[in-house]
């Protein structure tokens, strides 16, 4: 006998969502042309902790892809914000790394079995593992942007100069993003009244970051 399929609540992927693309703008308010020393690898833990987040509520390829999807929107609207072109360095190039850190994170954690995955020490795996593919592929964004990645003094991209940090960092960030969403999942039992809430939460981290870029 078949199964009926499980209906996703969307709520909670677009409050995560946006706290997502609001903590990319948070993070790189300064930086209006290339990433600083540990800022990527701090952004690439921060990143896959979300998605980590948004897979325990719904564990599905699209909705990580719904994730990036919300996060590249509010770097677009920084973009307008700010008054930079998309594809310049502030923009085009931390919306190829979201792509990167959504499509590492869910090749990872979709080959990975799930029994491990239910454990704190897989999913610490699959963090470390899908920030190392992530810092691997960035550099790759110069042929989407046409922007090269940031450099360290030798030369050499600063994602894979500080790949070991966010390798250790992802391995601790997706643990914790995977507990924030099981408890987030649990809030969305809550009185169908109050679940404006999560489109709410959505629209106030866009308010957020308007308010962050006029202070």
């Known amino acids: ?66 994730m990036v999807v919300i ?7 920084d973009a307008l914000l700010l008054g930079l072109p998309v594809l310049s360095g502030a923009i085009g190039n931390p919306i190829f790394a979201i792509v990167m850190e959504g499509a590492a994170f869910a090749l990872i954690v979709s080959i990975i079995r799930k ?7 897989g999913q610490g795996l699959v963090g470390g593992m899908a920030a190392l593919v992530a810092v691997n592929l960035f550099p790759l964004v110069k042929f989407a942007t ?9 030369s050499y991209p600063l994602s894979l100069y500080y790949a070991p940090i966010a390798v250790a960092l ?6 914790l993003g995977f507990r ?14 109050l679940r404006w809430a999560s489109p709410a939460a959505l629209a106030l981290s866009l308010g957020a970051l308007a308010l962050l870029r006029l202070l």
């Open 1 to 66: 006998m078949s199964q009926t399929p499980q209906k996703t609540n969307w709520g909670p992927i677009l409050v995560l969502g946006g706290l997502w693309g609001l903590s990319e703008a948070a993070l790189g308010m300064y930086l209006r042309q290339c990433a600083s020393t540990v800022s990527g690898s701090l952004m690439t833990g921060a990143a896959l902790f979300f998605l980590a987040a948004a897979w325990a509520v719904s564990p599905r390829v699209k909705t990580a892809a719904l």
């Open 71 to 77: 996060a590249s929107g509010f770097k677009l609207f």
């Open 115 to 121: 029994s491990l995955a239910g454990k704190t020490a």
């Open 146 to 154: 046409g922007v090269a990645p940031c450099v360290a003094g030798t």
């Open 170 to 175: 992802s391995a601790l960030t997706v643990p």
């Open 180 to 193: 924030a969403g099981a408890v987030l999942a649990a809030l969305e039992s809550r009185p169908a009244h």
